[in-house]
């Protein structure tokens, strides 16, 4: 798909600014984990049973910071959870592009886990938000309200944001301020997607 691009980064690194700076230019985007939360409260009975825990369930929808500490503290709850969701994600996320496509003009994708899965790579080019490990690290805790060493171990359970730099496509630095940020936004739209139009 020539007008896919999925924006992806590790956790904290600013995937959702990103987001939301061309959602307000004017550009279509769909995001993996909005989809994934959708899919986990239309599954909500599935995932209770596939970790035999009742207590996942709060009014009727998944309590995704309970599957969270599950998750992130255990690498065969994590794969078993993923093996579950993502051949619903991915199918999803086809429908919508397929729709999206045929608007020829550049659409984004979100999609934190991107080079983890390789279900993604023929799909459309990747754009990485780069932000170093240690700012990551600042921003997870002080966003998520975590101690070092939680925030450490939901960092590492994603691929290393030094390979994810060797992998991508386009590379978008995030390391300072916010409005920094959006000129670098601003400025790969305009000059490297040449989407002009959209922006002027």
């Known amino acids: 798909m020539q007008d896919a691009y999925f924006i992806t980064s590790s ?15 004017g550009f279509d985007t769909l995001s993996a984990d909005t989809i994934a939360h ?4 239309k599954n909500a009975d599935s ?12 009014a009727g929808k998944i309590d995704r910071k309970k599957l969270g500490a599950i998750v992130f503290n255990d690498l065969n709850a994590k794969k078993k959870l993923e ?6 994600i991915k199918e999803k996320i086809l429908q919508n ?25 023929n799909l459309g080019k990747s754009i990485l938000i780069y932000t170093p490990k240690e700012l990551l690290l600042q921003r997870l805790m002080q966003r998520d309200g975590l101690d070092k060493n939680e925030a450490l171990k939901r960092i590492n359970l994603q691929l290393d944001i030094e390979e994810k730099l060797k992998k991508a496509d386009f590379v978008i630095k995030n390391d300072s301020s916010y409005e920094i940020f959006e000129k670098n936004v601003l400025k ?9 139009d959209e922006i002027l």
């Open 11 to 25: 956790i904290a690194g600013g995937k959702s600014s990103f987001i939301k700076i061309v959602q307000n230019l």
């Open 83 to 88: 093996d579950f969701l993502h051949p619903k």
């Open 47 to 58: 995932i209770v049973k596939l970790f035999n825990n009742n207590d996942l369930i709060i």
């Open 97 to 121: 592009t397929q729709i999206l496509e045929k608007k020829n003009k550049a659409f984004f994708i979100e999609l934190p886990l991107f080079f983890e899965n390789n279900h993604y790579q």
């Open 38 to 41: 959708e899919l986990l409260d």
């Open 188 to 196: 790969f739209l305009k000059y490297t997607l040449k989407a002009c």
